[in-house]
């Protein structure tokens, strides 16, 4: 436990109550002397009187004592987890399993007692020495409300289909109970979303068909199905699914927008969802927001040092814009993430307007585009310039009025991020004109313009090499004129799920505006202009990271063919 500053006793529970704000001192007192007549722990009396709720409680304590609590109630447990601790411990130690990481060797457990040496102990012998133990705090309450729960029930995919096939629970009536945890329905949606997030997937497709229904999941970028139900099914999958999102269950013909957020493999993960009606019923599609893998540092980007340089050197101009652009799913937010994070401190204010807001920041200050209330984009940033803000991010370029402000806003010394639709770097400078934003203005104003894409890494466990055909080598010349003898090819193991590809990066085209290719803008000088000139200056393109990637053995040449345009290097 943590001690009292300046001392060197360690605080007691009720201290540390009190200085949170839970409690009065009165209530202390009052607890105190009611622990007198009946044995049971300050926390639990404290909780039975009605000062303090559990949650309140944990929540104190976790912050006060510098540990990690879990709300239980928006838990989805790990399956793998819960059998490595068995009911009878479960209960008898007043312990939940929520994460199992068999990588890592590591199993997070909820306890009300993240101290208590004696149950950690207990729960070591059970799983094994060569496992880590990592408690985070629960309530007492909550954690035998989730030994209840989830001891006893099955949780996995398969088993929970064979209890819906016996017939052994009435899934058909389902009415969106969500403490009905004996539904087998319940279950089977939350092990899917833990099995998604498990399994590293941005998104999972919910796709009915005339007699079926097709689950996928998007994983590094490519739809893979994971799953085929009969049609029965789905009536009571979606509302379960809109049940969580806070949707309307009543309203199948309208497209529908919500949001699910739980703890699942020991962190919390969002879900937007969006419902859309189709042909044979609806569509819903969730999009998965895992703060671990959205919030990367600019160093996790795993970037070649002379891009890292030039992102470097852009963000060190106090005023003008730095775009982002690429089409959706390529990494754009991420990428501004990481670079706001980057120049993130306490002082600057930086103010982002975003539709919606993905992942929160502390020391930034994010605001959700309402064009219902009229707050779009246009207006936002309007208002944002009078929160005193040094650094602005604007969700999207959308229109000419958007495109004006966020260019006036550069334009009176602030540094403003946004993206734009355009497939490349240089593209946006002529996407820019057409939505009303003459040369004069664009010169002198922006930054820099990043094009991104984003492809999958080749498997470092079964990744093949071979000798490359001559059409192969021919993509792959570099400007010193050498060719390759031996690049990497995807092959399939049980470590990347027989895809041969784990994990991705980025490809950037990174288009550092300097005084030539602002003086070349005013000049109206044509996009093949700007890009020689840009080429003479150590300009990349999309196709040249690309092939670099794969000359590192990084990636296959089939997977950058994949996102990008090698036409170019044929000729």
């Not at 130690?93 to 060797?105: F, Q």
């Amino acid at each position: 436990m943590r001690t009292a500053t300046g001392a060197n006793k360690p605080k007691r529970l009720g201290e540390i109550l009190i200085d949170e704000g839970v409690i009065t001192k009165d209530q202390l007192n009052i607890a105190l002397t009611e622990q007198k007549k009946v044995d049971l722990p300050l926390g639990k009396l404290l909780v039975n009187l009605g000062f303090a709720t559990e949650a309140i409680m944990r929540s104190a304590l976790g912050e006060a004592l510098e540990q990690e609590s879990v709300d239980l109630k928006n838990v989805v447990p790990d399956p793998e987890a819960i059998q490595l601790i068995d009911s009878e411990t479960a209960r008898k130690h007043k312990v939940i399993p929520i994460n199992y990481n068999p990588m890592a060797g590591s199993l997070t457990i909820a306890m009300s007692d993240t101290f208590n040496l004696f149950t950690l102990d207990r729960i070591r012998i059970q799983v094994g020495q060569h496992i880590d133990i990592y408690p985070v705090l629960a309530g007492e309450t909550e954690i035998s409300n989730a030994i209840d729960q989830f001891y006893g029930y099955e949780l996995s995919i398969d088993g929970i289909l064979r209890e819906i096939e016996t017939g052994e629970a009435d899934y058909t009536n389902y009415q969106g109970d969500i403490e009905e945890y004996s539904q087998p329905l319940v279950r089977l949606v939350d092990v899917m979303l833990a099995d998604a997030v498990k399994r590293g997937s941005s998104d999972i497709h919910f796709e009915p068909e005339e007699s079926f229904l097709r689950i996928r999941y998007r994983i590094d970028g490519v739809l893979r199905q994971i799953r085929s139900l009969h049609k029965t099914y789905w009536s009571a999958i979606a509302v379960r699914l809109k049940v969580m999102a806070n949707m309307n269950i009543a309203e199948t013909r309208a497209p529908q927008d919500g949001r699910i957020s739980r703890v699942i493999v020991g962190r919390q993960v969002d879900f937007r969802v969006a419902s859309q009606p189709t042909i044979h019923g609806e569509n819903i599609v969730l999009r998965i927001l895992d703060r671990e893998k959205g919030v990367i540092p600019l160093s996790g980007l795993e970037l070649p040092k002379d891009s890292m340089r030039k992102l470097e050197i852009m963000m060190a101009r106090p005023e003008g814009i730095i775009l982002v652009t690429g089409p959706t799913g390529s990494g754009k937010t991420t990428t501004l993430y990481s670079l706001l994070n980057h120049i993130s401190t306490e002082q600057v204010n930086i103010m982002t307007l975003e539709d919606p807001v993905e992942y929160p920041f502390p020391l930034i200050r994010q605001t959700t585009v309402n064009e219902m209330a009229g707050m779009d984009f246009s207006n936002g940033i309007k208002s944002l310039m009078r929160q005193d803000p040094d650094i602005i991010l604007v969700g999207e370029i959308r229109d000419e009025d958007t495109a004006e402000m966020a260019f006036r806003a550069a334009m009176t010394g602030h540094q403003v991020f946004s993206t734009l639709h355009t497939n490349s770097a240089i593209g946006a400078l002529p996407r820019l004109n057409d939505i009303g934003i003459i040369p004069e203005i664009m010169a002198g104003n922006i930054i820099g313009v990043i094009a991104q894409r984003l492809v999958r890494k080749l498997c470092k466990y079964c990744k093949v090499a071979y000798t490359p055909s001559d059409a192969e080598r021919a993509l792959l010349y570099n400007r010193e004129g050498l060719k390759p003898e031996r690049v990497f090819k995807a092959a399939g193991c049980k470590a990347c799920d027989h895809t041969g590809y784990k994990g991705r990066l980025a490809l950037l085209e990174i288009l550092k505006m300097n005084s030539d290719l602002d003086d070349m803008l005013v000049h109206r000088a044509t996009a093949k202009e700007i890009k020689e000139a840009a080429y003479e200056q150590g300009f990349l393109t999309l196709a040249d990271d690309g092939i670099r990637r794969v000359l590192d053995g990084i990636t296959s040449i089939q997977e950058i063919s994949r996102v990008t345009d090698l036409t170019e290097r044929m000729s």
